[in-house]
C-alpha cells in the first residue's frame, strides 16, 4: 500500500490516491494536509468494509451490463 | 353541516352526540355513517394536558432519561425467577423490558387456584405513598378478566396478603401491555412489605406469562402507561411524547414498540441532549385489540370535495375550546389506531395515535386532509401507513417515531402533499418509505434520524419532489436511500451526517438529482447502476464514493462539488473524473482527468466519458479533434471516439487511440452522417497494466 498521487484540487480539498497494489487504487480526500499515517489508515479500513461488502454481495448477483 | 360530540370518557353511543351532554364515546360506533355527512364536524374531548415532572436529562441517541426526582417507587424489576407453586413452572426469559431477563410463570394444566408464584423483596419497603401498581406482562394466551391477580404480602413468601390487584382482560396473546392498577378497594399501598406474589381465584388455563418492572406509582401520577416528553404544549410543538420502556426510579427507558425488549437498540431519542423540564401525559386507552387488524377507531363514511367531514381532536368537554390535542392508546401494539378504508374526504386534527400495529392507517383512501397529527408513536408496525391511497394533503406531522417498521409509509401512494414532517426518528427500519409511489411532494421534513435502516427511503418511486430534508443524521444504514427509484429531486438536504454506512445510497436509480448541504459519516455516497446528479454538494468524508463489483452505466455526477464553482466531480466504479487545472495543454485553463483506479476498468469495461454532442448536416465529413494525455505511457490507454449512429447513418464505430507516451497528442475521428442529426462523442480510457490518468483538454468539430 502506497502513496501515489497527491494534489490539491479546485476546491482547495486535500486529494491522495493510495495504491493497495497495481490492480487497485483508493481515492481519498480531507479538507486539509494530514499525516501519511492517516491516510494510509483510512485506506485499510476502506480496504476493509470493502471485504467485508463483498462478502455480502458474493450472496447476490453481480450486474456486469454495459 | 351539523356538529356531533364524542366525550371518550363519559360519552355513550346511544345518545345523539349533539351537545357533550349527549355525546358519542367512540369514532366507530357513535360516528357511524348512518349518523353522520359530508360537512359535519365531529369534535372529541381533548386527553389529559401534559404534567410537569420537574427536570430531566435526555440524552441524543440515547434511551435513557433520568429524572431528577423520582416519581415511582419500585417494588421489583422481577428480572429473576419467582419461587412457584406446585404444577407451576417459574423461569426467567430474554424478552424483558428491563434488565437481561424477566420473570415466566407458566400455570400447569393441574393448576386450578391459589397461590401460583411468589417473590420475595428482600426486605419490608413502605409503599404507602401510593395508590397503584404498574407493570408490564406478556400473555401467552388470552386472559379472562380478575381470574388472576397480583399481590403485595406483608411475609416474605406470598402467603400474607395486604393489596390486591386484579389483572383485566387480554385479548392479545404475545404482546406486552403495561397494566397500571388501583389496589382492589381503594387507598394507599401498603407501609410494610415483604413480598409480591401471583394468586389465581378462578382456574386461568395454562397461560405463561412474562412480569417485568413492577412500580408503585400515585393516583394520577408517572406510570409505564404515560407518555413522557420536553414537550409541555397542551397543543402542537414539535417534541414528540414517548412511550416507556421501563422505569426503576429516577432511570427511565423509552420505548419502542410495546414488544420492544430491553435488549434492543433501535428506541432512543434523537434529539438534542440536555437537562430540561420534562412532561407526562396519558392517552385515552382503547379498548385492547385482540388482532394486528382491529379496526379501533374506523372512520365510516366519505365527505365530499366540498364538503370534508372533519374529525376535531383536543376539545375541552363542555366547551367550544380546541385547546388540547386527543391521544389514542392501543397499549399492546395491536389494531388500527385510526383506520379508513375506501374513505375520502375525511379531515383530521389534533389526533394522536400509540402503540397500536398501524397508528393512523390509510388504505385506498384518497382526497382526505390531515390537518395536525402530532404523535404517532410506538406503533408495532408502521406510525402512520397509506397503501394505494393518492391526492391527500398533510400539513403536519411532529412526530413518527419509535415505531417498529417505518414511521412514515407510503405504498402505492401518489399525488400526495406534505408540507411538514417535523420528525420521522428510531424507527426499527425507516423514517420515511416511499414504495412505489410517485409524484409526491413533500415540502419539508426536518428530522428522519436515529432510525435502524434508513432515513428517508425510495424503492420503486419516482417522480417525487422533496424541497427540504434538514437533518437525515445517524441511522444505522443510510440517510437517504433510492433504490429503483428515478426522476426524483431533493433540492436540498441540509444535513446527512453520521450516518453508519453511506450518507446517500443509490441502487439501480436513474436521473436523480440531491443537493447536499453537508455529510459526514463513514462513506459520502453510493451508487451501483444508473446517472444521477448532486448539485452544490458537499462530502466531508474522506472516502466520498463507494461501488460494488459493477462497471455497469453508472455514474453519480456532482456539479460545483463541495460547493466549489467549477469543480465538477463524475464518480463510477474505479475510477473519477475531474474538472481541473493541474495539468493541462498548453494555456488552455483547464482539461478533464479520468483516473483509473482499478484492473476491472479494461478495454471490455473502458471509462466512457461524453465530451461532446455534434451536431451536424447530412452529407458532408465531419471532423472531431481532441487534446489528450496520458501519465503513463502504456498503464492506462485512451481513445477519441464516436460509436455507430444509425439514425443519422454513421454505420461503425469510429476511433483514434493516443499513443503510448505521456506527450498531449490531438486525435483525430472523421465520419460522414447520411442524415442531419446529433451523435456524442466519447473520450474512452481503460486499464492497461496499472492505475493512472488519462486527460482530454481542447475539442474542435468542423463540418466539410
Known amino acids: ?66 | 353541516m351539523a356538529i356531533y360530540y364524542i366525550d371518550l370518557v363519559n360519552g355513550s353511543d346511544t345518545n345523539n352526540g349533539t351537545s357533550w351532554a349527549l355525546a358519542w364515546k367512540t369514532i366507530t360506533n357513535g360516528a357511524t355513517a348512518a349518523r353522520i355527512a359530508p360537512g359535519d364536524e365531529i369534535r372529541i374531548s381533548k386527553t389529559p394536558d401534559p404534567v410537569n415532572i420537574g427536570n430531566a436529562t435526555w440524552t441524543a441517541d440515547s434511551p435513557t432519561v433520568t429524572l431528577a426526582t423520582a416519581q415511582t417507587l419500585t417494588v421489583t424489576l422481577a428480572t429473576a425467577s419467582w419461587t412457584a407453586s406446585t404444577n407451576i413452572t417459574c423461569t426467567t426469559s430474554a424478552n424483558s423490558k428491563v434488565g437481561a431477563t424477566c420473570a415466566s410463570v407458566a400455570f400447569g394444566a393441574s393448576f386450578t387456584t391459589g397461590k401460583a408464584a411468589y417473590y420475595a423483596l428482600g426486605g419490608a419497603y413502605n409503599f404507602s405513598a401510593y395508590q397503584k401498581l404498574s407493570f408490564w406482562i406478556q400473555n401467552s394466551v388470552a386472559l379472562s378478566a380478575n381470574n388472576l391477580k397480583i399481590c403485595l404480602c406483608s411475609d416474605t413468601i406470598g402467603n400474607t396478603i395486604v393489596d390486591t390487584f386484579y389483572i383485566p382482560a387480554i385479548p392479545s396473546p404475545g404482546r406486552y401491555l403495561p397494566l397500571t392498577i388501583a389496589k382492589d378497594g381503594g387507598g394507599n399501598l401498603g407501609s410494610s412489605i415483604q413480598s409480591i406474589a401471583i394468586y389465581a381465584d378462578v382456574d386461568p388455563g395454562t397461560p405463561t406469562l412474562l412480569l417485568n418492572d413492577f412500580i408503585a406509582c400515585t393516583t394520577n401520577g408517572l406510570c409505564l402507561q404515560a407518555l413522557i416528553s420536553k414537550n409541555g404544549n397542551a397543543q402542537g410543538g414539535t417534541e414528540g411524547y414517548f412511550a416507556l420502556q421501563s422505569i426503576d426510579g429516577t432511570t427511565i427507558k423509552l420505548d419502542g414498540d410495546t414488544n420492544c425488549y430491553a435488549s434492543a437498540t433501535w428506541n432512543k431519542y434523537s434529539g438534542a441532549t440536555e437537562t430540561v423540564t420534562t412532561y407526562f401525559r396519558h392517552g385515552f386507552k382503547t379498548s385492547l385489540a385482540a388482532n394486528t387488524s382491529t379496526n379501533v377507531n374506523l372512520i365510516n363514511d366519505s365527505g365530499t370535495s366540498g364538503s370534508y367531514i372533519e374529525y376535531q381532536g383536543g376539545y375541552e368537554v363542555g366547551t367550544t375550546n380546541q385547546n388540547g390535542e386527543t391521544f389514542f392508546d392501543g397499549l399492546n401494539g395491536n389494531g388500527y389506531g385510526i383506520s379508513l378504508s375506501s374513505k375520502s374526504y375525511n379531515k383530521f386534527n389534533y389526533l394522536n395515535a400509540i402503540r397500536y400495529y398501524y397508528g393512523i392507517y390509510f388504505n385506498n383512501s384518497s382526497n382526505n386532509i390531515i390537518t395536525t397529527i402530532s404523535n404517532a408513536n410506538s406503533n408495532a408496525s408502521y406510525g402512520i401507513f397509506f397503501n394505494s391511497s393518492n391526492n391527500n394533503t398533510i400539513t403536519t406531522i411532529s412526530n413518527a417515531n419509535s415505531n417498529a417498521n417505518y414511521g412514515i409509509y407510503f405504498g402505492s401512494s401518489n399525488n400526495n402533499t406534505i408540507t411538514t414532517i417535523s420528525n420521522a426518528n428510531s424507527n426499527s427500519s425507516s423514517g420515511i418509505y416511499f414504495n412505489s409511489s410517485n409524484n409526491n411532494t413533500s415540502t419539508t421534513i426536518s428530522n428522519a434520524n436515529s432510525n435502524a435502516s434508513y432515513g428517508v427511503y425510495f424503492g420503486s418511486s419516482n417522480n417525487n419532489t422533496i424541497t427540504t430534508i434538514s437533518n437525515a443524521n445517524s441511522n444505522a444504514n443510510y440517510g437517504v436511500y433510492l433504490n429503483s427509484s428515478n426522476n426524483n429531486i431533493i433540492t436540498t438536504i441540509s444535513n446527512a451526517k453520521s450516518n453508519a454506512i453511506y450518507g446517500i445510497f443509490l441502487s439501480n436509480s436513474s436521473n436523480n438529482t440531491i443537493k447536499v448541504g453537508s455529510s459526514t459519516g463513514a462513506t459520502g455516497f453510493y451508487s451501483d447502476a444508473g446517472i444521477n446528479y448532486f448539485k452544490n454538494s458537499t462530502f466531508n468524508q474522506a472516502t466520498e464514493f463507494s461501488s460494488t463489483s459493477s462497471p455497469a452505466n453508472n455514474w453519480v455526477w456532482s456539479l460545483n462539488h463541495d460547493n466549489t464553482e467549477g469543480n465538477h466531480w463524475g464518480f463510477t466504479y474505479q475510477a473519477t473524473v475531474n474538472r481541473q487545472t493541474a495539468v493541462v495543454h498548453g494555456t488552455e485553463p483547464v482539461a478533464w482527468k479520468t483516473a483509473i483506479t482499478g484492473s476491472t476498468r479494461t478495454t471490455a469495461y473502458p471509462v466512457k466519458l461524453k465530451i461532446a454532442e455534434v451536431a451536424f448536416n447530412a452529407g458532408s465529413l465531419v471532423t472531431v479533434k481532441a487534446w489528450v494525455k496520458k501519465d503513463h505511457a502504456t498503464n492506462v490507454a485512451c481513445k477519441l471516439a464516436a460509436y455507430a449512429n444509425t439514425s443519422v447513418g454513421i454505420n461503425t464505430n469510429v476511433s483514434a487511440t493516443k499513443a503510448s507516451d505521456t506527450n498531449w497528442e490531438e486525435l483525430t475521428i472523421t465520419f460522414t452522417p447520411t442524415v442531419a442529426g446529433v451523435t456524442e462523442i466519447y473520450l474512452e480510457s481503460w486499464y492497461v497494466s496499472g492505475n493512472s490518468n488519462t486527460y482530454v483538454g481542447t475539442i474542435t468539430v468542423t463540418q466539410a
Open chain 1, 1 to 66: 500500500m502506497i502513496i501515489k498521487e497527491r494534489e490539491t484540487d479546485m476546491a482547495g480539498k486535500y486529494r491522495v490516491l493510495v495504491e493497495i497494489d497495481n490492480t487497485k487504487a483508493i481515492p481519498l480526500k480531507y479538507n486539509e494536509v494530514v499525516d501519511d499515517s492517516v491516510v494510509l489508515a483510512d485506506a485499510q479500513s476502506v480496504v476493509d468494509r470493502e471485504a467485508a461488502q463483498a462478502a455480502l454481495d458474493a450472496l447476490k448477483p453481480i450486474n456486469f451490463e454495459l
